[in-house]
């Protein structure tokens, strides 16, 4: 924030405009305090992501929505080779962070005023799982493997992994100083070219304080 915006602001109104979120990258990627405890909170657009093949109709398309902060998000028709990376180099306060990406099995829209899910393109993620990992500039690194959908489904409750944003937790890094900073590369990927995928949503990339990460369980679906 430049200096003269808050030169003759209390501490409160400061307080209160960091929380908001603050777009930086195009606008692709936001950072915020969290209201409560004032800390550092992050979330990165899939446009600001390298999509492979983002740039052919045939398999990917910008889908607006209010349901994402960036009020847009990737959907997926089809594709063989399936890879999304990223990149985000920040000076993260001293904490330790997790880091999750957000993903929709299904599009969905409005319907005479209800929100409804369209499961015509979703296949291909119950053979194999998606890889997801990420690496740091000071050598942390995690790798978690996840298949987005369900062979079977319960009768009852149906499948519990479609038609509902989920948090893809990858996993935790610690930063011990904000000098110099923190580069971290993330992706997921399936890449498996003997099966197609596709009727698949992606969002965002979160990089939160871990503890503040479980607290927001109560709030919507993490995994």
């Known amino acids: 924030m430049p200096p003269e915006r808050y030169q ?15 777009p930086f990258d195009d606008g692709n990627k936001e950072v915020w305090l969290d209201r409560v405890t004032g800390r550092i909170c992050m979330s990165i657009s899939a446009k600001g992501m390298s999509i492979t093949g983002i740039e052919d109709r045939r398999y990917w398309n910008w889908v ?9 998000v990737a959907y997926l028709q089809q594709i063989w080779w399936f890879e ?23 599009r ?15 296949h291909g993620w119950e053979i ?9 500039s000071d050598g942390q690194e995690a790798l ?12 009852v409750n149906g499948n ?12 935790e890094f610690i930063v011990t100083d904000s000098d110099p900073r923190t580069e971290v590369r993330f992706s ?20 939160i304080p871990s503890d503040l990460r479980e607290r927001g369980r109560r709030k919507g679906v993490l995994k």
């Open 144 to 155: 978690t493997e996840s298949c987005l959908d369900e062979t079977e489904q319960d009768d």
């Open 128 to 136: 194999k799982p998606v890889r997801f990992e990420f690496s740091t």
């Open 188 to 207: 997921m990927k399936q890449i498996d070219c003997t099966h197609s995928k596709g009727g698949l949503c992606v969002d965002s990339v979160s990089i």
């Open 160 to 171: 519990h992994k479609r038609g509902c944003w989920i948090d893809y937790k990858v996993g």
């Open 64 to 72: 607006p929505t209010e349901e994402s902060r960036f009020h847009v």
């Open 84 to 106: 999304v990376d990223g990149v985000v180099k920040f000076p993260f306060p001293a904490d330790i962070y997790t880091l999750s990406f957000r993903i929709h099995l299904g």
């Open 108 to 122: 969905f829209l409005k319907r005479l005023g209800r929100r409804v899910s369209n499961f015509e393109h979703t």
């Open 8 to 22: 003759n602001l209390s501490k409160k109104d400061i307080f209160a405009l960091l929380s908001r979120p603050v």
